[in-house]
């Protein structure tokens, strides 16, 4: 199944009885603004998942800005959503497609891997006249048995023993500024990951802001990736890593892990070495 599918797709399978539509529109440091855009018109059918409430946990002293949430947890979320483990899981957003990947990175991670993204997200959708509506649906409970890659996950502790590793690529996926340190909005210290390569994670998306193909993904990508063994991507807090996970898959990469923590959370552990500039 691809990974990234068309609004045209998704018009076609809304009201199938095996198809979960996930609104996953989100507006960092709004945390309210999602909730209310979905409140005011969303997909037919679609239910609400939170990046906050629902794809993270609790922030602590370490994990990051956005760890990963208890899976139990989570897995009551879906089930109640009604996603079962033979259910087609559609997700969009409004944020250029970085919530969503979180959501499908999430998916991925519980061995489901009948889930994909919407290209263009919500206000593509609304631009092309297609249906939306205002009523929340109440979808009945079903059952998803939760498979977990747990290869796709990495901690601090296994990304500082890679540092310098042959063969292991690790990929900064926030904006070239924040890489090199020459600023830093959100976190308390400004630089990168020692020996990490900067890949932007809108440069996923074209001038169009629809996600490139597969072949330019590749063409984009593989100058950085091609002959590694390992490839272990990072942003911020775990999220807009996302979108080059998903990328990188596109391209045929699939082993690829999350460093969940992220950035955020390797500036919490007091020593952690830090780097600036290009690599």
């Not at 440091?29 to 005011?40: I, K, L, T």
Request: charged share 25%.
């Amino acid at each position: 199944m691809e990974t990234i599918v068309s609004m045209e797709w998704v018009r076609q399978r809304l009201g199938n009885a095996d198809v979960v539509v996930v609104d996953c529109r989100f507006i960092l440091g709004n945390p309210d603004a999602g909730r209310e855009a979905y409140a005011a018109g969303h997909l037919p059918g679609a239910v609400y998942i939170d990046l906050e409430q629902d794809m993270s946990g609790p922030v602590t002293e370490h994990g990051g800005r956005h760890p990963l949430p208890d899976l139990g947890t989570f897995t009551l979320k879906l089930w109640k959503a009604g996603v079962a483990d033979t259910s087609t899981v559609i997700a969009y957003d409004d944020q250029g497609g970085a919530m969503a990947s979180r959501f499908w990175w999430m998916m991925h991670f519980l061995g489901h891997d009948q889930t994909v993204v919407m290209d263009g997200g919500f206000t593509k959708w609304n631009e092309a006249g297609l249906p939306v509506t205002d009523v929340v649906p109440q979808p009945a409970q079903r059952s998803f048995k939760p498979h977990v890659r747990s290869r796709l996950l990495v901690s601090m502790d296994e990304v500082k023993e890679r540092l310098g590793r042959p063969g292991t690529v690790l990929i900064d996926s926030r904006e070239a500024p924040r890489y090199r340190g020459e600023a830093e909005p959100i976190d308390r210290v400004a630089g990168h990951i020692p020996g990490a390569v900067n890949a932007f994670w809108k440069d996923r998306l074209g001038a169009d802001g629809l996600w490139q193909p597969a072949a330019a993904q590749r063409e984009q990508l593989a100058p950085l990736v091609d002959g590694a063994d390992e490839i272990i991507v990072y942003c911020g807090s775990g999220v807009t890593a996302c979108p080059n996970v998903l990328a990188l898959k596109m391209a045929g990469y699939d082993d690829v892990k999350l460093y969940g923590g992220s950035w955020s959370d390797w500036i919490s552990y007091e020593g952690n070495p830090v780097a600036t500039g290009e690599e």
